[in-house]
């Protein structure tokens, strides 16, 4: 016979069957946790550990928080990575024969969090499912967002299709994915290093058997046609299994998902997930947005609108047509400054409308919910109205208007405007509204007047001046008396309780008027109740209209703020169309420009045409190359969002990809060297561009030996340049390289102009034609901080070198010149000995293999120390 209490048997039966999550175990007004369990939540939210009945010989480890505050514990725990199941009472303790009966009402995961007070109220929370058929090169992947009623899927196909995918994992940043069980561990294995970063939790799930009829079964649809799903078996199959995830999780309670989106990737512009990163295109998972474009662009006045902007950054436009439609409007807020500033004030005053209305078909939706609706609503139609007499635009907020008139009437009608947070305390409902209600008010104020009267009556009979009446949950309506008065009591006062310092006491009369406030209160509370999700229900049939509205104001808050950005940062609209012609005047970067003191940034132009279409770029580290190119990447971006440009004129042709390999760092997580990884991504770059991609690659080939590198470089642009044809900027030291404007029809040199002021060097970070001739490696270490010693003895070693690569290009020439017999080649032997010692010539070996622009101060200063010690080896000698 088990020794547990039937408490504890009902505990361990439901808790068999979420082993892996946190249970929350509903008793009275407090949720509990229980073993393990308890000692988790001990550890992770700091409460005190305690022990109950002894179970077995032993305590059992207790923990413990109250229900009304259990959101904010919960939120903790999936922010630590735990997932919490949540077992509530269900059926009323009251009439409860025996034990209360308990079930689990929900599970809550990362990507599950339907409480919104705890989530970024900017940012979606996404929930993903990734499949992946390796026979036919395909992977699905579905994702939701269960707070807005988002559900999207699409399919990726043929050559590179899992580097493609990775991209779009990591523009979704879903802190939960699921995968397949049949998904292969190496792809598994890729999918987690890369996108590791976004702190996310990974979840095996079954398929779901018949996914098909599964989701036209859920969403009551006679055809997947009607998702543009037909033939796509991989994403169907992908979407049943995200969503019947979601479902079970749920418990049964309504989803707010209507619909599922196909979405065409191929209608957007690829950006591969190095090209997002070094581009700083949004900021990762809970970073902040500064430094980024979505920093620089988001001055947005609702959350939908900031929203609905990260995701078109991260997916730009090649469609012309809607391009040129947001431009469109873009333009036309821009030149009416007047009903641009009048509509970013309408929209400063509403509300987060799409998870307004997730709340009320999860059911969780209150008083406040719908007062911010409300006026949700009531500003969204002053904003049509104003619209309306733009004929031109007016047509960009598109909304259901009598539906929307009907729910803000019914919401003005039924709730109070000081409603409450909590629906079941009553104070909800408006006076005049329901007869029933009014009525039971009135006995409650009149119940509640004569205990007053009571009050007065009695403090008069026993000449007790401090003689109160209060009310508590256990005993009621008493009356208080403190120990100096209690000679003064009448023998009719009935004593229900002895206080340290007071008798409580209570009067025949008293109990009668308490039955008829109590059970009015009670009355009125669960009528408030009844009648106030009798009017969220009629909302909820009209959920499509409010999520439309959401859709459309996120949309006019992003063109409205697009033509706010351009006039305060003096953008331009750019001319779009499908030609060839790349050009950009007074161009800048948006992101440096908005951390730097204002009107300071130097402004360069560029021109890539079908006569150039390849920038070779040379120049000093820190003198602005890497800066100039992603400045244009991140111009073509904007343009393709539709939004204005950092620059004084701008024509930018459709471009289809945008690759950036920039920067060198090894791999830490798979063990890739720098070189390693650098080839990987210029392979994939060159596997993937068109003559339609814009490419921009910084230093290839610095991590291997020179003559290596320059081979290498140098067959990866002539490569580009003959078989892509992709518009490219190739910024290197290799000084060789600029020898190929003279082969390579389309390229051209192009250098970061530079001014020597005595020994001094100023970068002036202008781009102008031309190849450079120096390097200027030895001012790049004087700017970082180097010590005047080490600077000394490079520009001695520099000297050296240069005098050393003169005298071999003399012996090159000598050694010609001996087929006539000059004599030369004596004069140059004698020449070199003079100069340099064995060691200097040691040492004039290794500098020549030797990047220094590539080097760090640190490793310079490294590397001069070990040369300075043969150097100085030698001398011993």
Do not use: W
């Not at 989530?119 to 058929?133: G, P, W």
């Not at 269960?146 to 899992?162: Q, R």
């Not at 997930?273 to 700083?280: A, D, G």
């Not at 021109?607 to 003198?623: A, H, R, V, Y």
Request: charged letters at 30%.
């Amino acid at each position: 016979m088990s020794a547990d209490t039937p408490l504890m048997q009902q505990y361990k039966k439901i808790k068999e069957e979420y082993k892996n999550e946190i249970l929350m175990f509903r008793l009275g007004d407090f949720y509990e946790m229980f073993f393990e369990d308890a000692k988790t939540a001990s550890k992770e939210l700091g409460l005190t550990l305690t022990k109950r009945n002894r179970e077995k010989g032993q305590d059992v480890p207790l923990a413990g928080v109250p229900y009304h505050s259990v959101a904010s514990y919960i939120a903790k725990l999936i922010e630590k990575g735990y997932s919490v199941a949540i077992c509530d009472q269900v059926e009323d303790p009251k009439s409860a024969t025996g034990i209360v009966k308990r079930e689990v009402t929900r599970v809550i995961t990362p990507g599950t969090i339907i409480d919104i007070d705890f989530l970024d109220k900017n940012n979606n929370n996404y929930i993903a499912c990734i499949k992946i058929n390796t026979i036919e090169n395909i992977v699905a992947i579905a994702y939701a967002d269960i707070t807005t009623g988002e559900f999207s899927v699409f399919e990726i196909k043929g050559k590179n299709f899992f580097e493609k995918a990775l991209a779009e994992m990591n523009k979704i940043q879903a802190s939960e994915i699921l995968l397949d069980e049949k998904t292969y561990s190496e792809y598994i294995e890729i999918l987690k290093e890369k996108i590791s970063f976004l702190g996310v939790k990974f979840t095996e799930v079954s398929n779901v058997k018949k996914a098909e009829s599964y989701l036209t079964s859920y969403f009551d649809i006679m055809s997947i046609e009607v998702f543009s799903l037909k033939s796509k078996d991989l994403a169907i199959s992908t979407s049943a299994n995200l969503l019947h995830y979601i479902d079970e999780l749920q418990k049964g309670n309504e989803l707010p998902f209507s619909k599922i989106e196909y979405k065409n990737i191929d209608n957007i512009m690829e950006l591969n997930i190095s090209t997002q990163n070094n581009l700083n295109l949004v900021p990762k998972r809970n970073e902040e947005a500064k430094g980024t474009l979505l920093g620089v662009l988001d001055n947005c006045v609702t959350s939908v609108g900031s929203r609905e902007l990260k995701k078109i950054i991260k997916n730009p436009f090649l469609n012309m047509e809607k391009i040129k439609q947001r431009q469109f409007y873009v333009d036309y807020f821009y030149n009416d400054v007047l009903l641009r500033e009048n509509i970013r004030e309408y929209l400063k005053d509403i509300y987060d409308i799409e998870r307004i209305a997730g709340k009320i078909i999860y059911g969780t939706e209150n008083g406040k919910d719908l007062l911010s609706l409300k006026e949700s609503i009531r500003k969204s139609l002053e904003t049509y109205r104003l619209l309306k007499e733009h004929q031109e635009i007016k047509d960009i907020l598109d909304i259901d208007v009598k539906i929307l008139l009907d729910i803000y009437n019914k919401i003005e009608l039924i709730v109070n405007s000081e409603a409450p947070f909590s629906v079941r305390e009553g104070g909800i409902i408006k006076d005049g509204y329901n007869s029933e209600l009014d009525e039971l008010r009135r006995i409650s104020k009149l119940g509640k007047d004569f205990i007053l009267e009571i009050e007065q009556r009695e403090r008069e009979r026993t000449g007790i001046k401090g003689l109160k009446i209060k009310y508590n949950k256990v005993f009621g309506y008493f009356i208080e008396v403190t120990k100096t008065n209690e000679h003064l009591v009448p023998e009719d006062y009935i004593r229900k309780q002895t206080l340290v310092n007071s008798e409580r006491y209570i009067v025949p009369d008293l109990k009668e008027y308490e039955e008829k406030v109590i059970t009015a209160k009670s009355k009125i509370e669960a009528l408030e109740y009844e009648l106030f999700k009798q009017l969220t229900f009629e909302i909820k049939e009209h959920i499509d209209s409010l999520y439309k509205l959401a859709n459309k104001i996120a949309n006019l808050d992003i063109v409205s703020n697009f033509a706010h950005i351009a006039t305060k940062n003096s953008y331009v609209k750019p001319e779009i169309d499908e030609g060839e012609i790349l050009e950009i005047k007074g161009g800048r970067h948006p992101i440096v420009e908005s951390l730097i003191p204002s009107g300071t940034y130097v402004k360069n132009d560029i021109i890539l045409d079908e006569k150039n279409n390849l920038i070779i770029l040379t120049g000093p580290n820190m003198s602005g190359k890497s800066t100039y190119m992603k400045q244009v990447a991140l111009n073509i971006i904007m343009a393709h969002i539709g939004s204005y440009v950092a620059a004084d004129y701008a024509k930018i042709p459709i471009v289809d990809k945008i690759f950036t390999r920039v920067g060198a760092s090894d791999d830490l997580l798979t063990g890739q060297s720098t070189f390693m990884l650098e080839m990987t991504e210029v392979a994939s770059i060159l596997n993937s561009a068109t003559n339609k991609s814009f490419i921009v690659l910084d230093e290839i080939g610095r991590g291997t030996s020179t003559y290596d590198g320059i081979s290498i470089a140098t067959a990866i642009t002539e490569y580009i340049h003959n078989v892509i044809g992709a518009k490219t900027i190739f910024a290197t030291h290799y000084h060789e390289l600029t020898e190929l404007e003279k082969e390579l029809e389309r390229a051209i040199n192009f250098r970061v102009e530079v001014k020597e002021d005595g020994k001094n060097v100023v970068f002036l970070r202008e781009i102008v034609k031309g190849g450079a001739d120096k390097s200027y490696g030895i001012e790049v270490a004087r700017l970082s901080g180097v010590p005047k010693e080490v600077l000394n003895r490079s520009r001695k070693i520099l000297k050296k070198l240069e005098n050393r690569k003169n005298l071999i290009e003399n012996k090159i020439k000598a050694e010609q010149m001996m087929l006539f017999g000059t004599g030369f080649e004596e004069d140059f032997e004698e020449e070199e000995t003079e100069i340099l010692s064995e060691n200097e010539v040691k040492v004039l070996d290794i500098l020549k293999n030797m990047d220094l622009n590539s080097m760090s101060p640190l490793e310079s200063l490294l590397k001069l120390n070990e040369l300075k010690k043969i150097l100085i080896g030698g001398t011993d000698e």
